[in-house]
């Protein structure tokens, strides 16, 4: 599993990286040479994509390694801080596009009536965005990465940026050229929004966000089907990037010896770490049947 998610981690980062190049240099080219400041702005917005597709994949590679001394239970969580350096980039070239669209807003003299030539450009980069920013996106969510993921959902902003970018092209060329600086702002913004969305998602991976009913009722019947072990409860959930460290209490008879309880319980850990990859720590407590008390306080 671990082989396979690195090698398809590594395939995500360098399709990402290889498109935005291609697009990065056809973007700014061929906006200075039609005159279109929203593709140029769009150019600057690919070229953050080669600098976040490389932070996204250092995070995943950091996150893969191997848990130590320092790092007990691995470094996953190195994944989602590479999401929120992507976040940092997002915001930077977001400012620097807003502000060159705002001065060509109070300076008109500095727009021009962009060629046809970058309506072109910008139908290519709808088309290529489209299938790159899916592709990296399915990978992300096929070995559970949020760095890659991150990445991928940064580069389908690029997606509404290209239809803008053509908008204004054509609406400009109907003799309203003021709209292409506005389209480079409105590019901006969009950048923002994605920048505030993959942070949030970031920020839920490093502060514990409670995990799916689904994940959680996962784990409760791969629990419950092991021999002996019943009604697993207090299933609590941290996720580090790409894999998830579990603790739970089930209900063992309570007239077992202390080697068969704990026999049990590490049966339970087992099938869970089996039955479940994204899992990649356990730790079960076994309760004697009948006994009930608030697992919030301690006992007397």
Same mark, same amino acid.
């Given at each position: 599993?671990?082989?396979?998610? !690195? ?39 690919? #070229? ?41 980039? #997002?915001? /930077?070239?977001?400012?620097?596009? /807003? ?10 003299? #500095? ?9 072109? /450009? ?10 790159? !920013? =899916? ?61 505030? =969305?993959?942070?949030?998602?970031? #920020? ?73 990859? =994204?899992?990649?720590?356990? /730790? ?17």
């Amino acid at each position: 599993m671990d082989d396979f998610r !690195s090698k398809a981690g590594k395939k995500a980062a360098t399709v990402a990286i290889v498109a935005n190049c291609f697009l990065t240099i056809f973007n700014i080219s061929i906006g200075i040479f039609s005159g279109s400041y929203a593709l140029v702005s769009e150019g600057a917005h690919t #070229l953050s994509d080669v600098t976040t597709s490389i932070i996204a994949y250092i995070g995943f590679k950091i996150g893969q390694k191997p848990a130590d001394e320092e790092h007990p239970i691995g470094h996953g969580r190195a994944e989602a801080i590479g999401g929120l350096i992507i976040v940092l980039f #997002l915001a /930077m070239v977001a400012y620097e596009i /807003m502000q060159g669209a705002f001065e060509r807003l109070l300076n008109p003299s #500095l727009i021009t009536t962009p060629e046809a030539i970058a309506a072109i /450009m910008a139908v290519f980069g709808i088309i290529i965005n489209l299938s790159v !920013s =899916e592709y990296i996106i399915r990978i992300g969510k096929e070995i559970h990465s949020p760095a890659i993921i991150a990445d991928g959902k940064h580069q389908k902003t690029d997606i509404f940026s290209s239809i803008a970018v053509l908008l204004s092209v054509i609406v400009s060329n109907m003799g309203y050229p003021i709209l292409d600086p506005i389209i480079g702002f409105v590019i901006g913004i969009l950048i923002l929004k994605t920048a505030y =969305e993959v942070g949030k998602e970031n #920020l839920n991976y490093i502060m514990g966000k409670v995990p799916s009913k689904e994940f959680v009722n996962q784990i409760r019947k791969v629990a419950n089907s092991t021999p002996r072990a019943q009604e697993a409860h207090n299933i609590k959930v941290d996720y580090l990037g790409s894999y998830a460290t579990v603790s739970l209490h089930i209900k063992v008879d309570g007239n077992l010896s202390l080697n068969e309880s704990h026999k049990i319980t590490h049966l339970v850990e087992n099938n869970i770490l089996k039955e479940i990859p =994204e899992v990649k720590y356990v /730790m079960v407590h076994a309760c004697p049947i009948g006994l009930e008390y608030n697992h919030d306080q301690e006992i007397d």
